[in-house]
């Protein structure tokens, strides 16, 4: 009767949804890099080095990230660098902006002074989905037979047997 975990979220007068508290967005601070995917139905800050994709409802890229794969997110503010596709709703790119790849969007603002190599391109009503779960299929990644690539250096000389 009093307890709290038999209620639920919603308003017991009127029967409506609760809103959601806000939550501070996630921060990937300047030191710091990683490399995989970021996924979030939140906010994501980005002033370090991501080298992987990023799935976000908010994306805010500092001036001091580099962000390497592709961005998928509803809103995405670029200070920063970013090599790879971008599929947004609401893309701003200011003038500390330096983009080199596809965008895909609803809304783009590109303010005087960014940098942008590659196309750009409006997405028709119902065309942008975001998905919460990326996914992983392992039978193409076989199928194509993909091998780790190791890069040699000019003055690396190849052993002849």
């Given at each position: ?13 009127s029967?409506t ?7 501070p ?7 710091l890099v990683?490399t ?7 906010e ?10 990023i ?9 001091t ?27 701003s790119?200011?003038k500390?902006?330096?983009v ?18 590659g ?7 119902g065309e942008?989905?975001l ?31």
């Amino acid at each position: 009767m009093f307890s709290r975990a038999n209620k639920d979220k919603t308003n017991q007068t009127s029967g409506t949804p609760m809103p959601k508290k806000r939550v501070p967005p996630s921060i990937i601070s300047a030191d710091l890099v990683i490399t995989g995917n970021l996924v979030s139905e939140g906010e994501i800050q980005v002033d370090g080095t991501v080298k992987g994709d990023i799935q976000s409802k908010d994306l805010l890229v500092g001036e001091t990230a580099l962000i390497e794969g592709e961005i998928m997110a509803e809103n995405l503010r670029v200070h920063g660098k970013v090599v790879g596709q971008i599929k947004a709703l609401n893309v701003s790119l200011a003038k500390s902006s330096h983009v080199i790849g596809d965008i895909l969007h609803d809304n783009l603002s590109i303010e005087t002074g960014a940098f942008l190599e590659g196309h750009c391109k409006r997405l028709s009503d119902g065309e942008f989905t975001l998905n919460k779960k990326p996914e992983l299929r392992v039978a193409d990644v076989k199928s194509k037979n993909i091998a780790p690539t190791h890069k040699q250096d000019s003055n690396t000389k190849k052993a002849s047997a």
